[in-house]
């Protein structure tokens, strides 16, 4: 979403410092979500499913790329490169409209649904018994 208004501006033929003031804004709200969004994940995704959760949510983020950069140079040469950027624009924006159309989504708080979501650093090994552990 924060490069949406670059893409638009590179339909469009901006000027250069116009497109660079855009993705200095767009690299500092990156920056911002993403420290939000593995937040929200840690507190939302119990702890024995992060794993999972977190690696399906990396591998389709990553998979997905090449699938878009294959299709968006055929797509440009079809119907032209502004149609494209726009229309990337466009899809970007209804996705996530899409996104906050979900009550849940909406309604989401930090620190997780309850008493059962409070996650405890977890850091290794249960530290063993007195009569257990190694003499150092």
Do not use: H
Request: with cysteine; aromatic share 4%; proline share 7%.
């Amino acid at each position: 979403m924060a490069s949406t208004p670059s893409l638009v501006l590179l339909g469009f033929a901006a000027p250069a410092p116009a497109i660079a003031a855009a993705e200095l804004v767009a690299g500092l709200c990156i920056g911002v979500s993403g420290v939000l969004y593995e937040t929200t994940l840690q507190q939302q995704v119990p702890r024995e499913a992060f794993g999972r959760v977190a690696s399906w949510d990396w591998m389709g983020s990553t998979a997905l790329r090449p699938i878009g950069l294959a299709v968006a140079g055929p797509l440009a040469a079809a119907v032209g490169t502004r149609a494209v950027l726009v229309g990337g624009a466009a899809v970007t924006v209804a996705s996530l409209l899409c996104l906050v159309a979900v009550p849940e989504v909406r309604s989401m708080r930090a620190g997780g649904t309850g008493a059962e979501a409070v996650v405890t650093p977890f850091v290794g090994e249960e530290p063993l018994p007195e009569d257990q552990a190694l003499e150092m």
